[in-house]
């Protein structure tokens, strides 16, 4: 059975950093696309970062470019998410999803808050 497990969130200050991490588990040939999406209260979720199988192909939503990095480590199945210059409206629960095939796996969330 495939699982994810997110960490690395918590409560920061506007303009901080942290670094989210998503470790997989159970998993048996290689994971396609690797993304983060995100969920703030009262809101759908919504893609925040995707990287391709290589990791050479990357996609961002407009309200993260050049703030937020992804990136994976294909030999751990795992992927990560580097946020920098944090403001309060990224303030959300991020998930961490793969794909393999037709299948996509998703992780428990792990909260960001960010203060003003």
């Known amino acids: 059975q495939v699982q994810l497990v997110e960490s690395g969130g918590g409560l920061v200050q506007a303009g901080g950093s942290l670094r989210l991490s998503c470790a997989t588990s159970?998993?048996?040939?290689?994971?396609?696309?690797m993304a983060w999406y995100r969920q703030a209260p009262g809101k759908q979720r919504e893609l925040v970062a995707i990287?391709?199988?290589?990791?050479?192909?990357?996609h961002y939503a407009d309200s993260v470019k050049g703030r937020f990095t992804i990136s994976r480590d294909n030999a751990k199945n795992a992927v990560s998410l580097q946020m920098n210059s944090l403001k309060p409206e990224d303030t959300a629960v991020y998930y961490c999803?793969?794909?393999?095939?037709?299948?996509?796996?998703w992780g428990q969330g792990t909260q960001v808050t960010v203060s003003s």
């Open positions: 999803n793969a794909k393999q095939g037709f299948s996509a796996y």
């Open positions: 159970g998993v048996s040939g290689s994971i396609h696309a």
């Open positions: 990287i391709g199988s290589s990791g050479g192909s990357t």
